[in-house]
């Protein structure tokens, strides 16, 4: 059954992935997490936040542990349904609920906070996988600098987007729209020309 609702998130076929997923539930003591986070992985990759936030409490009340994918799918499923502060709130639940969060649920977090326009948050969440020796990856950093462009703090994202190459972290197109679109609000042309021209394609 797990290779079945595994094959559904795959697939993208969240309603067959969640009645797959009852039909194990039913009459099981114990849930099997690769079901779990499969299931919600599936809800998340369709922006079903309310599907996958109902899962989890399901799960919280049926005394199971959440792990770090089903948390992190989650918030996925929050965010891209534009329940971003709902996202933070499965991520604030996650320390208190003994889950371990890496580097994949901190960009998610991060995500969220840019998808509200919550730019500062976004800093200190970056600030605090550096402190929590977390390695940055894109998504987290890409995040951060849309968020400070988006809010019109350029000069902070031009900041983040230097140390990502100080720290050889990968830029994507992502990132380098949203440092270009900052130096274009400043008026600087040359440094976004030279930005554009540095690009990968």
């Known amino acids: 059954i797990n290779s079945a609702i595994s094959a559904c998130e795959k697939g993208s076929r969240w309603e067959k992935?969640?009645?797959?997923?009852?039909?194990?539930?039913q009459g099981k003591a114990v849930v099997d997490s690769i079901a779990l986070n499969a299931?919600?992985?599936?809800?998340?990759?369709?922006?079903?936040?309310?599907k996958a936030l109902e899962l989890l409490i399901e799960m919280?009340?049926?005394?199971?542990?959440?792990?770090?994918?089903?948390c992190s799918a989650a918030m996925?499923?929050?965010?891209?349904?534009g329940e971003w502060e709902l996202a933070l709130q499965i991520f604030g639940s996650m320390s208190q609920d003994k889950v371990q969060s890496d580097a994949i649920t901190w960009g998610a977090a991060i995500s969220a906070c840019e998808k509200g326009g919550e730019w500062e948050k976004a800093?200190?969440?970056?600030r605090s996988m550096?402190?929590?020796?977390?390695?940055?990856?894109?998504?987290?950093?890409s995040a951060a600098i849309s968020a400070c462009e988006k809010c019109g703090e350029w000069e902070q994202a031009l900041l983040l987007f230097s140390s990502m190459t100080q720290s050889k972290v990968e830029s994507n197109v992502i990132t380098f729209s949203?440092?270009?679109?900052?130096?274009?609000?400043?008026?600087?042309?040359?440094?976004a020309l030279q930005l554009f021209e540095t690009m990968s394609w």
């Open 60 to 70: 919280s009340q049926r005394s199971e542990q959440s792990d770090t994918i089903a």
């Open 76 to 81: 996925s499923a929050s965010e891209k349904g």
């Open 39 to 50: 299931t919600i992985s599936a809800c998340a990759q369709v922006g079903e936040w309310t």
């Open 130 to 141: 550096v402190q929590g020796k977390l390695e940055l990856n894109t998504i987290a950093c």
């Open 17 to 25: 992935a969640l009645q797959l997923f009852r039909q194990v539930v």
């Open 178 to 191: 949203a440092a270009i679109c900052a130096c274009v609000q400043h008026g600087e042309w040359e440094t």
């Open 123 to 126: 800093l200190k969440l970056l």
